[in-house]
């Protein structure tokens, strides 16, 4: 979608004014992947409009292959408002503009299924199920347990506004979660859908997926990662690292952020672990580049932030844990402000 954000904090009545932008959970990832040196295609569709034009150069921009977005001459590109506020605080508002979208007649029948299944990840979205009955057709195609499929990764992205009704979004987001090998989600969402609290509550509601992520906020992330035991790394050492039965559980503090803008992080942060798993690293460095990316994004006005070079990431996430708890990341820490560098990295 195109998005406005408001030129400053207040309600939307009062705003007198919106910077354009681009968004959309999937395509955020996309751009951050890109920005990161990896290769990235999104697919999806947009109308034929002034919009449509807008979100597929801006997505290319970052280097993303927009090659198979569809352009729609029937229906509109999706657009939205919202508050400069957090969306979990007191007066935040979102207003989406996407009923009868291009994007909303997605389905398994108009995608190009072959291209979506030809890389190595493919990330999908609990929000375009939400979209229409043939959006959730297209997500149930592909979060099927077939043989020879990609690494399907899924962010749960509940956002209870969207659905058609109150009780249909949570059983449906859990059912496809529960067919996708890797798996973000909150613990504050988790328990809007499901009423579960906590981790290990999550992942005892989520015992499908190979890898779970759950964010956690201020407390950092947890990940559940399941291999035999045989063949677990018994070198890697993480902040907190225990072993059940079935599963490896690491957990990484968040850092300390002077965030500039309160958008963006859940996104960025699946882009930072999932280039991390792309590079094979170890699950604590994996957690890390998500929480690095995360920062890229806190500290920037809009959803996207330019990650970190890879050797400035690449330094930071292998910090001591002591290290790495006292590092405090302000804007222009990735070193894309001119004149900023690592003194932008802080300690107290």
């Not at 919106?18 to 951050?32: L, T």
């Not at 002591?322 to 222009?332: K, S």
Request: net charge negative; glycine share 10%; aromatic share 6%.
């Amino acid at each position: 979608m195109v998005t406005f954000l408001p030129s400053r904090p207040g309600r939307l009545a009062d705003v007198p004014s919106f910077g354009r932008g681009i968004g959309g959970a999937e395509s955020n990832v996309a751009c951050a992947l890109a920005a990161a040196g990896h290769r990235a295609r999104w697919v999806g569709r947009v109308g034929a409009d002034g919009f449509g034009d807008h979100l597929v150069d801006a997505v290319a921009a970052y280097g993303v292959d927009t090659s198979a977005v569809q352009r729609d001459p029937h229906r509109p590109t999706g657009i939205y408002f919202r508050t400069a506020t957090d969306r979990e605080a007191d007066g935040f508002e979102v207003v989406y503009y996407r009923t009868g979208s291009a994007a909303s007649a997605m389905s398994p029948l108009n995608m190009p299924l072959d291209v979506l299944a030809a890389g190595r990840v493919l990330h999908l979205s609990g929000i375009t199920a939400a979209l229409s009955a043939d959006c959730l057709a297209l997500m149930r195609t592909l979060t099927a347990r077939r043989p020879g499929r990609p690494l399907v990764s899924f962010d749960v992205n509940y956002r209870a506004h969207l659905w058609r009704s109150e009780a249909e979004g949570p059983g449906v987001l859990l059912d496809l979660a529960r067919g996708a090998d890797l798996v973000f989600v909150g613990e504050d969402e988790a328990q809007a859908a499901w009423g579960v609290r906590g981790a290990a509550e999550i992942r005892r509601a989520l015992p499908e997926p190979d890898v779970l992520v759950v964010k956690r906020g201020a407390a950092g992330a947890t990940a559940y990662t399941r291999a035999p035991r045989d063949s677990r790394d018994t070198d890697t050492v993480t902040d907190t690292d225990t072993d059940t039965d079935t599963d490896t559980v690491t957990t990484v503090p968040a850092l300390h952020v002077d965030i500039v803008a309160p958008v963006g992080a859940g996104d960025a942060f699946a882009a930072g672990f999932l280039s991390a798993t792309l590079r094979a690293l170890p699950v604590r460095e994996r957690i890390r580049h998500g929480h690095l990316m995360a920062a890229a994004a806190l500290t920037v006005p809009g959803d996207l932030g330019t990650p970190p070079s890879r050797a400035h990431a690449d330094r930071l996430a292998a910090l001591d844990a002591d290290a790495w708890g006292t590092l405090r990341l302000g804007p222009g820490w990735t070193g894309t402000t001119p004149g900023a560098d690592d003194q932008e990295v802080r300690t107290p």
